[in-house]
């Protein structure tokens, strides 16, 4: 869906699904919920989500 409305994902960028609460059921492939970024910021993202997490759910 990317590729189609935006054109080729450069090198050395990912498509990161950046949808608001980081859900990982959500498959909107929409431009609003993805970006594109570099590795190193898409890993940030994931490992503050997983905080985010694991806030919640631990007692």
Do not use: F, Y
Request: charged share 30%.
């Amino acid at each position: 869906m990317w590729i189609v409305e935006h054109g080729p994902i450069p090198p050395r960028k990912q498509l990161d699904h950046c949808c608001p609460g980081r859900r990982r059921r959500c498959i909107n492939p929409w431009s609003e919920h993805t970006e594109l970024v570099t590795h190193k910021r898409n890993q940030a993202r994931r490992d503050a989500a997983r905080a985010i997490i694991a806030e919640a759910v631990s007692p």
